[in-house]
Protein backbone atom coordinates (compact mmCIF):
# COMPACT_ATOMS: atom_id res chain seq x y z
CA UNK A 1 0.00 0.00 0.00
CA UNK A 2 0.84 3.76 0.00
CA UNK A 3 3.10 4.49 2.32
CA UNK A 4 4.41 8.46 3.54
CA UNK A 5 8.23 8.24 4.60
CA UNK A 6 8.39 11.55 6.78
CA UNK A 7 11.46 13.12 8.22
CA UNK A 8 13.35 13.98 10.91
CA UNK A 9 11.41 11.28 13.35
CA UNK A 10 12.12 14.02 16.32
CA UNK A 11 14.27 17.13 16.45
CA UNK A 12 14.26 19.51 19.30
CA UNK A 13 14.09 23.14 18.91
CA UNK A 14 15.54 25.92 21.10
CA UNK A 15 13.08 28.65 21.04
CA UNK A 16 13.72 31.24 18.20
CA UNK A 17 15.08 28.88 16.02
CA UNK A 18 13.52 27.97 12.50
CA UNK A 19 12.45 24.23 11.81
CA UNK A 20 11.72 22.08 8.61
CA UNK A 21 10.25 18.82 8.71
CA UNK A 22 8.78 17.13 5.17
CA UNK A 23 7.23 13.83 3.67
CA UNK A 24 7.72 12.08 0.74
CA UNK A 25 6.15 9.22 -1.26
CA UNK A 26 6.32 6.53 -3.92
CA UNK A 27 3.06 7.80 -5.67
CA UNK A 28 1.35 11.03 -5.82
CA UNK A 29 -0.79 13.06 -4.05
CA UNK A 30 -3.84 15.48 -5.10
CA UNK A 31 -4.09 16.99 -1.67
CA UNK A 32 -1.11 17.31 1.30
CA UNK A 33 -2.46 17.95 4.65
CA UNK A 34 -0.42 19.02 7.83
CA UNK A 35 -1.81 18.66 11.26
CA UNK A 36 -0.36 19.11 14.89
CA UNK A 37 -1.14 16.66 18.24
CA UNK A 38 -0.92 17.67 21.54
CA UNK A 39 -0.70 15.03 24.07
CA UNK A 40 -3.43 13.97 24.57
CA UNK A 41 -5.58 15.88 21.93
CA UNK A 42 -6.57 15.05 18.47
CA UNK A 43 -5.14 16.20 15.65
CA UNK A 44 -5.75 19.59 14.56
CA UNK A 45 -5.59 20.40 10.78
CA UNK A 46 -2.59 23.28 9.96
CA UNK A 47 -2.41 23.39 6.10
CA UNK A 48 -4.08 22.00 3.11
CA UNK A 49 -2.60 22.23 -0.08
CA UNK A 50 -4.36 21.30 -3.14
CA UNK A 51 -2.01 21.94 -5.88
CA UNK A 52 1.09 21.17 -7.14
CA UNK A 53 3.69 23.46 -6.11
CA UNK A 54 1.44 25.71 -4.05
CA UNK A 55 2.70 27.62 -1.11
CA UNK A 56 0.55 28.06 1.51
CA UNK A 57 1.45 30.03 5.39
CA UNK A 58 -0.44 30.17 8.18
CA UNK A 59 0.94 32.62 10.66
CA UNK A 60 4.45 31.12 11.30
CA UNK A 61 3.92 27.85 9.54
CA UNK A 62 4.63 27.61 5.44
CA UNK A 63 3.89 24.34 3.50
CA UNK A 64 4.61 23.67 -0.03
CA UNK A 65 3.25 21.31 -2.14
CA UNK A 66 6.05 19.43 -4.28
CA UNK A 67 5.79 20.24 -8.02
CA UNK A 68 6.14 16.40 -8.48
CA UNK A 69 3.32 15.87 -6.44
CA UNK A 70 5.17 13.00 -4.26
CA UNK A 71 6.35 15.59 -1.41
CA UNK A 72 5.42 18.53 0.88
CA UNK A 73 7.33 20.24 3.32
CA UNK A 74 6.67 22.52 6.56
CA UNK A 75 8.54 25.29 8.05
CA UNK A 76 8.10 26.65 11.36
CA UNK A 77 9.84 30.66 11.66
CA UNK A 78 11.04 31.87 14.97
CA UNK A 79 10.03 28.54 17.05
CA UNK A 80 8.30 29.65 20.29
CA UNK A 81 7.47 26.83 23.29
CA UNK A 82 4.33 26.02 22.31
CA UNK A 83 5.24 24.57 18.71
CA UNK A 84 6.16 21.66 21.03
CA UNK A 85 3.82 18.48 19.68
CA UNK A 86 3.80 15.65 16.79
CA UNK A 87 2.97 16.75 13.51
CA UNK A 88 2.18 14.95 10.83
CA UNK A 89 2.13 14.61 7.06
CA UNK A 90 -1.09 13.32 5.35
CA UNK A 91 -1.69 13.20 1.31
CA UNK A 92 -5.04 11.91 -0.41
CA UNK A 93 -5.54 10.69 -3.72
CA UNK A 94 -8.46 9.53 -5.59
CA UNK A 95 -9.17 8.73 -8.64
CA UNK A 96 -11.41 9.73 -11.28
CA UNK A 97 -13.71 11.07 -8.58
CA UNK A 98 -13.79 7.85 -6.93
CA UNK A 99 -13.11 7.52 -2.93
CA UNK A 100 -9.50 7.69 -2.12
CA UNK A 101 -7.88 7.64 1.19
CA UNK A 102 -5.80 9.63 3.48
CA UNK A 103 -2.47 8.47 3.80
CA UNK A 104 -0.88 9.79 7.30
CA UNK A 105 3.19 9.94 8.18
CA UNK A 106 4.70 8.50 11.31
CA UNK A 107 4.92 11.81 12.51
CA UNK A 108 7.91 14.05 13.45
CA UNK A 109 8.44 15.07 17.85
CA UNK A 110 9.59 18.35 18.50
CA UNK A 111 10.77 18.74 21.60
CA UNK A 112 12.75 21.85 23.49
CA UNK A 113 16.46 21.64 23.85
CA UNK A 114 17.13 20.67 27.16
CA UNK B 1 -18.73 26.03 18.32
CA UNK B 2 -18.07 23.38 15.33
CA UNK B 3 -16.36 20.21 16.89
CA UNK B 4 -16.37 16.45 17.02
CA UNK B 5 -17.09 15.16 19.96
CA UNK B 6 -16.42 11.18 21.45
CA UNK B 7 -17.24 9.70 24.48
CA UNK B 8 -16.22 8.04 26.66
CA UNK B 9 -12.78 9.89 26.83
CA UNK B 10 -11.28 6.69 28.71
CA UNK B 11 -12.63 3.48 28.58
CA UNK B 12 -10.98 0.32 30.31
CA UNK B 13 -13.11 -2.89 29.98
CA UNK B 14 -12.48 -6.50 29.77
CA UNK B 15 -12.25 -9.27 27.01
CA UNK B 16 -15.32 -9.90 24.89
CA UNK B 17 -17.87 -7.39 26.32
CA UNK B 18 -19.53 -5.16 23.97
CA UNK B 19 -19.03 -1.65 23.76
CA UNK B 20 -19.80 1.43 21.90
CA UNK B 21 -17.47 4.50 21.31
CA UNK B 22 -20.16 7.13 20.23
CA UNK B 23 -19.14 10.20 17.87
CA UNK B 24 -21.10 13.26 16.87
CA UNK B 25 -19.99 16.13 14.24
CA UNK B 26 -22.09 19.59 14.32
CA UNK B 27 -20.76 20.46 10.82
CA UNK B 28 -22.81 19.03 8.79
CA UNK B 29 -20.27 16.88 7.39
CA UNK B 30 -21.27 14.28 5.20
CA UNK B 31 -17.85 12.13 5.33
CA UNK B 32 -16.54 10.65 8.52
CA UNK B 33 -14.23 8.43 9.93
CA UNK B 34 -12.43 6.25 12.68
CA UNK B 35 -8.91 6.04 13.18
CA UNK B 36 -6.78 4.18 15.45
CA UNK B 37 -3.34 5.05 16.74
CA UNK B 38 -0.96 2.87 18.24
CA UNK B 39 3.43 3.22 18.68
CA UNK B 40 5.24 2.73 15.72
CA UNK B 41 2.29 2.40 13.63
CA UNK B 42 0.45 5.90 13.29
CA UNK B 43 -2.74 6.83 12.03
CA UNK B 44 -4.69 4.04 10.34
CA UNK B 45 -8.48 4.40 9.15
CA UNK B 46 -10.61 1.70 10.76
CA UNK B 47 -14.10 2.40 8.84
CA UNK B 48 -15.50 5.71 7.20
CA UNK B 49 -18.68 6.37 6.16
CA UNK B 50 -19.11 9.16 2.92
CA UNK B 51 -23.09 9.89 3.82
CA UNK B 52 -26.27 8.36 5.90
CA UNK B 53 -26.32 4.22 5.50
CA UNK B 54 -23.59 4.66 3.47
CA UNK B 55 -20.12 3.25 5.08
CA UNK B 56 -17.22 1.20 3.65
CA UNK B 57 -13.90 -0.77 5.38
CA UNK B 58 -10.52 1.24 5.83
CA UNK B 59 -7.46 -0.32 6.33
CA UNK B 60 -8.08 -2.10 9.98
CA UNK B 61 -11.12 -2.99 9.92
CA UNK B 62 -11.79 -6.37 11.46
CA UNK B 63 -13.07 -6.50 15.05
CA UNK B 64 -15.34 -3.36 14.44
CA UNK B 65 -18.57 -2.20 13.08
CA UNK B 66 -20.14 0.95 12.39
CA UNK B 67 -23.69 2.37 11.63
CA UNK B 68 -24.44 5.62 10.45
CA UNK B 69 -28.31 6.20 10.49
CA UNK B 70 -28.02 10.12 11.01
CA UNK B 71 -25.54 12.64 9.58
CA UNK B 72 -24.11 14.13 12.61
CA UNK B 73 -23.47 10.61 14.36
CA UNK B 74 -21.20 7.69 13.42
CA UNK B 75 -20.93 5.00 16.36
CA UNK B 76 -17.78 2.56 16.46
CA UNK B 77 -18.89 -0.81 17.71
CA UNK B 78 -16.58 -3.68 19.45
CA UNK B 79 -18.75 -6.25 20.00
CA UNK B 80 -16.48 -8.80 21.89
CA UNK B 81 -13.08 -6.46 22.33
CA UNK B 82 -9.55 -8.47 22.49
CA UNK B 83 -6.68 -6.52 24.15
CA UNK B 84 -4.95 -5.97 20.73
CA UNK B 85 -8.27 -3.39 20.44
CA UNK B 86 -6.09 -1.45 23.36
CA UNK B 87 -5.51 1.65 21.31
CA UNK B 88 -6.13 5.11 20.98
CA UNK B 89 -8.92 6.31 18.57
CA UNK B 90 -10.25 9.14 16.89
CA UNK B 91 -13.38 10.26 15.12
CA UNK B 92 -12.86 12.50 12.01
CA UNK B 93 -15.11 14.53 9.63
CA UNK B 94 -15.06 16.32 6.49
CA UNK B 95 -16.92 18.83 4.66
CA UNK B 96 -15.39 17.54 1.54
CA UNK B 97 -16.60 14.12 -0.51
CA UNK B 98 -13.90 12.54 -1.05
CA UNK B 99 -12.57 12.82 2.92
CA UNK B 100 -9.33 14.80 2.57
CA UNK B 101 -9.02 17.80 5.27
CA UNK B 102 -10.44 15.80 7.95
CA UNK B 103 -11.16 17.52 11.26
CA UNK B 104 -10.73 14.88 14.00
CA UNK B 105 -12.32 14.79 17.56
CA UNK B 106 -10.44 14.16 20.99
CA UNK B 107 -9.62 10.52 21.48
CA UNK B 108 -10.75 7.93 23.14
CA UNK B 109 -8.50 5.79 24.71
CA UNK B 110 -9.36 2.09 25.43
CA UNK B 111 -7.86 -0.44 27.53
CA UNK B 112 -9.06 -3.99 27.00
CA UNK B 113 -7.59 -6.57 29.93
Known amino acids: GQQLNQSPQSMFIQEGEDVSMNCTSSSIFNTWLWYKQDPGEGPVLLIALYKAGELTSNGRLTAQFG ?36 IFGKGTKLSVKP | ?24 QNMNHEYM ?17 MNVEVTDKGDVPEGYKVSRKEKRNFPLILES ?28 RLTVT
Open chain 2, 81 to 108: PSPNQTSLYFCASSPRWGGDEQYFGPGT
Open chain 2, 33 to 49: SWYRQDPGLGLRQIYYS
Open chain 1, 67 to 102: ITRKDSFLNISASIPSDVGIYFCAGYMNYGGSQGNL
Open chain 2, 1 to 24: EAQVTQNPRYLITVTGKKLTVTCS
